[in-house]
C-alpha cells in the first residue's frame, strides 16, 4: 500500500528489515514487517512497556527476542511435540501491511500473512491502549490443528519483584516441575517459571518498582502462558544478555496444547487481547 495516513511512516529497523512506525499524540509504537512483530509500544505519559533483547538477532530465519512474538499455527513444538520451527512459522514470515487508518491519534493497521493452506489476518490497534486481534483461516481441504499465541515480553523493575494477578484458583501445567498444580494466590517468581495455565480472565502484572499495573484483557483464549528463564537458562540464550533476565517477564493471551483449535475447511478462529497501563 502506498499511501500512509498521519504518524504512521514506512522505515527501516534493525538488520535492515522494514518496519511501520508510529508517532502520534497517542503513543509510538514500532512493528517489523517480519513476523508482524511489534517491538516498541510506549503510550503517551509512560514508560514503553514491551521488552526488546539488546541482543536481538534481526534475521530472516532467527524469532526477534522480546516485544510480542506471534506463535502460530502451533505453540512450542505442537501438541505433541515434534514440530519445528519452535513456534512455528508465523514470526519467521514477513507479513504484509494491506491498510493502515489513523483518527484522533489512535492507528489501526491491518496486516496479512497467506500461506498454502491458510491465512493470518492481524488488526493492530494503537493508542494508550494496545489491542490485537488475529484470525486464522482454514483454506485446505482437511481440518487444521491450531494453536496461537501473543508471546509478549513485559518491560518490568525485577521480575523478582513483580506479580500476575487473576489466575488465583487456575490450574496450570508445570513445565518446570512437572506436572499440574492449581495456583495459590498471585503468580510470583522465584526462579525459572513456565507455566501453561487453564484462565480465560484477564491478569494484571504488578510492578511496584514501577509504579504501574499493566492490565491484560482477552477474548476466545482459554489458555495464559507465564513465563522468565531466570539467571541459568538465560546463560544458555545467545540473544539475551545473562544480567537481562530480570527486566521482563512473559505473559501470554494463548489457545494452545491438546486443547488447541481444530478449523473445518474455510473455518476462521479470532482470539484477541488488549494492554493498557495504569499507576499503581
Ligand atoms: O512461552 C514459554 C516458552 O514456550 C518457553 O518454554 C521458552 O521456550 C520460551 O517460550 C521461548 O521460546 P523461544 O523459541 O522464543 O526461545
Redesign the pocket.
Known amino acids: 500500500m502506498s499511501e500512509l495516513p498521519d504518524g504512521v511512516k514506512f522505515g527501516t529497523g534493525e538488520g535492515d528489515l522494514p518496519v511501520v512506525d508510529i508517532d502520534t499524540t497517542r503513543a509510538r509504537a514500532r512493528i517489523y514487517l517480519y513476523g508482524a512483530h511489534i517491538t516498541e509500544w510506549t503510550p503517551a505519559g509512560s514508560e514503553p512497556v514491551l521488552w526488546l533483547s539488546p541482543a536481538s538477532f534481526f534475521a530472516e530465519g532467527s524469532?526477534i527476542?522480546g516485544g510480542i512474538?506471534i506463535c502460530l499455527p502451533w505453540?512450542?513444538k505442537g501438541p505433541n511435540g515434534d514440530l519445528e520451527p519452535?513456534?512455528g512459522v508465523a514470526r519467521l514470515t514477513e507479513w504484509d501491511l494491506v491498510e493502515a487508518s489513523e483518527a484522533d491519534g489512535n492507528v489501526t493497521l491491518h496486516l496479512q500473512l497467506r500461506m498454502e493452506d491458510w491465512s493470518a489476518s492481524l488488526i493492530i490497534g494503537i493508542g494508550t491502549t494496545l489491542t490485537l486481534e488475529l484470525t486464522t483461516t482454514n483454506h485446505g481441504d482437511g481440518r487444521m490443528m491450531l494453536e496461537e499465541a501473543f508471546?509478549t515480553y513485559f518491560r518490568v523493575s525485577d521480575v523478582a519483584n513483580v506479580r500476575v494477578n487473576g489466575l488465583d484458583g487456575a490450574s496450570y501445567l508445570d513445565?518446570v516441575a512437572g506436572g499440574t498444580a492449581v495456583q495459590q494466590g498471585d503468580v510470583i517468581f522465584t526462579d525459572r517459571t513456565?507455566r501453561v495455565y487453564e484462565s480465560d480472565s484477564g491478569v494484571a502484572i504488578i510492578d511496584p518498582g514501577r509504579g504501574r499495573r499493566i492490565e491484560i484483557s482477552k477474548q476466545n483464549s482459554p489458555h495464559t502462558?507465564v513465563?522468565n528463564p531466570w539467571s541459568e537458562t538465560t546463560k544458555a540464550?545467545a540473544d539475551i544478555p545473562d544480567e537481562s533476565w530480570p527486566a521482563f517477564v512473559?505473559v501470554?493471551t494463548a489457545s494452545v496444547g491438546a486443547f488447541a483449535a481444530a478449523l473445518a475447511p474455510g473455518e476462521s478462529r479470532t482470539m484477541a487481547t488488549s494492554y493498557r497501563v495504569d499507576p499503581l
Do not use: G, L
Open positions: 524469532p527476542r512474538p505453540f512450542s519452535m513456534h508471546h513445565k513456565d502462558v513465563w540464550m512473559c501470554e
